[in-house]
């Protein structure tokens, strides 16, 4: 679908894609190791895959899961579907931790605090994609 953003070519930067699902890191996101879980293929909503594609579609959001509780060790992990402005499935993979700007509140809320200066490792999305390589095999 041209006129999709998620169709077309992001800026964020992409460190896994199999064809069927890809990962993006969102370099200047305000909550530090934001990921997004998209399904490559359009589709509108999750409905519009069968069970063995949504399936597939969760197995690389637990697989990022696992990747930034392992690689960032946050106090929890956001999980949230939410695309009215990009009407294409995918999930964002939040990691929270106690000095992000709106902790304990949603991600949407007004922020608490300035940001931390908090930053993910050097080798963060390297270190991601070795993960997803390996839990995705
Ligand atoms: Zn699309």
């Given at each position: 679908m041209s006129d999709c953003p998620y169709c077309a070519n992001s800026t964020h930067q992409?460190?896994?894609?199999?064809?069927v699902t890809r990962v993006m890191?969102?370099?200047?996101?305000?909550?530090?190791?934001?990921?997004r879980v998209i399904w490559h293929a359009h589709a509108?909503?999750?409905?519009?895959?069968?069970?063995?594609?949504?399936?597939?579609?969760?197995?690389t959001v637990y697989a990022v899961e696992t990747g930034l509780r392992?690689?960032?060790?946050?106090?929890?992990?956001?999980?949230?579907?939410?695309?009215?402005?990009?009407?294409?499935v995918h999930w964002h993979i939040i990691p929270r931790f106690a000095d992000d700007?709106?902790?304990?509140?949603?991600?949407?809320?007004?922020?608490?605090?300035t940001a931390s200066g908090r930053s993910v490792p050097a080798d963060f999305a390297a270190a991601m994609k070795a993960h997803l390589e390996t839990s995705l095999a």
């Open positions: 992409v460190i896994w894609n199999d064809g890191y969102i370099v200047d996101a305000p909550f530090v190791g934001w990921c509108l909503e999750l409905t519009d895959l069968n069970e063995a594609e949504r399936e597939r579609l969760m197995r392992k690689l960032l060790l946050p106090v929890k992990i956001n999980l949230a579907s939410m695309g009215t402005a990009m009407p294409h700007t709106h902790f304990p509140d949603p991600v949407w809320s007004t922020a608490k605090r």
